[in-house]
């Protein structure tokens, strides 16, 4: 199992970026496909983007057009590029391992605290 950590959240104003970052431990990290999801106020937690741990892209709704998905295998780090970053992406931002099913790409471990983003408009 591996075990993930995100950081780089904070306060950026409206069209502003910010680059996260999930680091992971564990040796399966190379092995592991990643998530990034959102958890915004009153709603659920959504899947924003995601890559294959052979650094493939999976296609995303949310990630479109503004979001940018990448990997260091050896630093053992995913990131996730946010850029024109608007009120409604104020939220909490997590990573997670993911799988594959039949219908769609669902989180396989525990969450973890995540990180915090809010846009000032």
């Known amino acids: 199992q591996v075990q993930l950590v995100e950081s780089g959240g904070g306060l950026v104003q409206t069209g502003g970026s910010l680059r996260l970052a999930c680091e992971a431990s564990g040796r399966d990290f190379i092995i592991a496909h990643i998530g990034w999801y959102r958890q915004t106020p009153g709603h659920q937690r959504e899947f924003l983007a995601g890559i294959t741990y052979g650094s493939s892209r999976i296609p995303s709704d949310p990630a479109k057009g503004r979001f940018t998905i990448s990997r260091d295998n050896a630093k053992k780090i995913v990131y996730l590029q946010m850029d024109n970053l608007q009120p409604e992406d104020t939220g909490a931002y997590f990573c997670?391992?993911?799988?594959?099913?039949?219908?769609?790409?669902?989180?396989?471990?525990?969450w973890g605290q995540g990180t915090q983003v809010t846009v000032s408009s």
């Open positions: 997670n391992s993911i799988r594959r099913t039949t219908a769609d790409w669902q989180p396989e471990g525990p």
